[in-house]
């Protein structure tokens, strides 16, 4: 934390959310206080403040959560981390082609998480060269030793298996982390840090059970003691400004260029006038970007790509990722999101989803093939759960379109809505049933009889 802080890592300190800043991702998220300690070092908080850690009318929660303004995702919850911060350097490299870095510190306990590798592929299948994670190799989970321990070369080739340019060092050597934290070309970087749980403090040192236990009053005592005997200069820590190249922007009030095109009782499935809706609203504003999981040519997410190919995401087979670097892509409001896939595959998203409404994220998600009217591909596909998913995550709006012109309001209306917003949407065709200048508000349902 102290070489990423003050040494590589460029940012205003009393401006944690500056678009130029380098972004930092604790993805290990009990690991919280020294996040807060650092920031507290730039100067951003007082010291005193940091007594003030999981109190109930502090912002220092166990957990980092965006009520701080220097954090831009809430991490509680494992193996998430990584995905938000491949999102937001995918933001810096392809959308805002501007200099800040992203870095994310892992844990070696939440590897086992599948999500990671999700973000792993990602990254180097996007040659993320502007991602730098930290995997803290302290060989102890939380109620035992993590599966590998210290096996340390194990690491370095799963994340060279990804296509990252992997460094293996003393995690505890200032000297190496500053060394093994230079960029190359076209590939992000894993530093694989073997380190020491409670380095340097008798009967702590590397000991199994003090997972999230504070010292008694004498052990603490005498560990201040033996960290301050160690300290060689109290001269103040700052850090490097950034480089200010990251646009400015403006996502608010989106408006689509011009009203639907539909004649009534034409047929049409929903799921297509979502995609005819998103390409459309993509003309309207050049932040809105698109996402899916490899089932664009069902989604019709396909019609954004064919429009505005620089601004979408293909996230393949990995909706608990697309999810989060959904996430990233939107902190610091740099992006309007809408991801796309089956509705019944969100299911599998659903702690992502959860996280994202902790985290105040602004995502749009689409799910499409809903209900039983599916049909023929079984019941696996059928979307069932996702409405009442939807309704229990705070924040969420959920959008159930019945026809093609309130389909496309929905899309303009969750592009201008914050937090959670789900569009639920069918294969089947149905018949237009409002006209194009029909007006549609939030938390207001219509009536519509029908012969």
Known sequence: MSVLFFYKMKYKPQDPKNPNN????????????ILYAAWAEAGFLSESELLNLRKIDSVLEGHPVPRQEFTD????????GLGAAAGMAYTAKYFDKASYQTYCLLGDGETSEGSVWEAMNFSGLYMLDNLTVIIDVNRLGQSEAAPLQHKVEIYQKRCEA????????????????CKALTPVKNQPTAIIAKTLKGKGIPGIEDMENWHGKPLPKDMAEKAIKE???????NKKLSPALPVEDAPSINIKGIKMPSPPNYKLGEKIATRKAYGIALAKLGHANDRVIALDGDTKNSTFAELFKKEHPDRFIECYIAEQNMVSVAVGCTTRDRTVVFASAFATFFTRAFDQIRMAAIS?????????????SIGEDGASQMGLEDLSMFRVVPSATVFYPSDAVSAEK????????????FIRTSRPENAVIYNNNEEFQIGQAKVSIQD
């Open 410 to 421: 929905a899309v303009e209306l969750a592009a201008n809505t914050k937090g959670i917003c």
């Open 227 to 233: 960290i301050q005997s160690k300290i060689q200069s």
């Open 22 to 33: 380098d972004r930092f991702v604790m993805s290990k998220g009990h690991a919280a206080p």
């Open 360 to 372: 105040e994220s602004n995502i749009n998600l689409c799910g499409s093939h809903c209900g039983v």
């Open 162 to 177: 990804f296509g990252w340019n992997t460094v293996v060092v003393d995690g505890h050597s200032v000297e190496e982390l």
């Open 73 to 80: 995702v809430a991490t509680g919850s494992l193996g998430q």
